[in-house]
């Protein structure tokens, strides 16, 4: 059993203040695989101190200092990603399609962030103006369980290229993963207190981190619920915050679209992360022309997926995260007929022949109109609702008519087509014909799916204040 009884402050481990423990669970065999020991508000005080005292080397440190430290921190990344991978898989459960992205998307942010930096200039001349772009302040990442490295990386990557120091709250249920990572991240050699990584319970080391005096910018990534309460803690000292929040994500199958090609991206983009994905396309919007071969097409897709242990590479589901997942879930499931819709596929329970881990049955629902909760509300699990509508104009309704826009998926055998309707949904990213990602393009959300962006420009920005000279 792995015991993790280490914060990481100053460019050292250290034993945390706090005494609290956690356990830790492997969630395909539901067994307690270790325990953490979490840090508290006085850890968090000691973790912003340190990367208040190395905020002035940073921030001053040249453009070339920093890209040199992100390619450090890559290369040492890069060096342990078996590790990665079994801590990953061990702790998180997700399948290999995942796992396969997740390590190394982790690893190149910091050369993606290099490529933004290089690039980038920190002073302008406007008008009588001298404009410079300079850090924001010590920095505070508060990062889920469902990606845990790429947050992690992503976040650090962005606070280092801006001058940035940075306090890092992962997710207590993360901690194994936390732990190698850190270790990957200490081997780079980074100047002591450049970041800080302390575990901790959100309401305990989040919510200090999100009130202390001397952080200047958060940057989050979570539930909408949760980032109401950092955006509120931090609004009290006016931090600037960036908010990555939930999704209630619409795909769109156009009348148009070849389905032998569109079904298997629809199903990719729908239980992405074993449906553990804020940017889960849940909301699939289907013409009524199509509906019942969308339907049949779909049910006899999802039932040929295989749901799992991760260390078979043919599995493309696994576990919910924890036991309180898993009910969540089921507990959706059971709604949804409740409010009248139909299991086109799956249900409630385990699926068959898994009799313990924390699996649900792939599930898709039919008969489901828009104000129906579970077309509503964010799952976070391998639920599929399918939708129908009457035309163009009905869709796009349909698809803006959700408190988040944080992503959405549009298919058409026509580019142009798929185009002019993405052009007219609420939403900050929207994905036609299963575009691969674009790692220096702007990622947040509209309206309830959060504020600000992340990556490449857009997210280095928001670490940055403008000052201007006038002459």
Known sequence: MRKIDTIYINGRFVQPHGTEVAPLFNPTTEEQI???RLGNERDVDDAVSAAKAAFAGLAQSSKTDRVAMLHSLHEAVSARAADLTDAMREEYGAPASFISFSV?????????????LKGYEFRRRIGHADVEMRPAGIAAAITPWNSNYGFICSKLATAIAAGTTMVIKPSEMSAIQTQVMTECLHAAGLPDGVFNIVNGYGHVAGAALS???DIAKISFTGSTATGRAI?????????RVTLELGGKSPTIILDDADLDLVIPQVLAAGFANSGQACIAGTRILAPE????????????AVSALKVGD???PVVSIGPMVSQKQWDRVQSYIHLGQEEGARLIVGG?????????????????????NN????????????VLCVIPYRDEDHAVEIANDTVYGLQAYVFSADVDRAKRVAEQIEAGRVVINGAPHEPLAPFGGFKQSGMGREFGEYGLESFLEPRAVLS
């Open 34 to 36: 270790g325990t953490v």
């Open 104 to 116: 190394p998307h982790a690893a190149t942010a910091f050369l993606h962030m290099a490529e933004t």
């Open 211 to 213: 009130a202390h005096r």
């Open 231 to 239: 955006f509120q803690a931090a609004s009290m000292t006016m931090k």
């Open 289 to 300: 022309s199509r509906l019942d071969e969308i339907q049949q097409r779909l049910a006899s």
């Open 310 to 312: 991760a260390k078979d």
């Open 348 to 368: 409630e329970g385990r699926p068959e022949g898994l009799d313990r881990g924390w699996f649900v049955r792939p599930t898709v629902f039919s008969r489901v």
């Open 371 to 382: 104000d129906m909760r579970i077309a509503r509300e964010e799952i976070f699990g391998p």
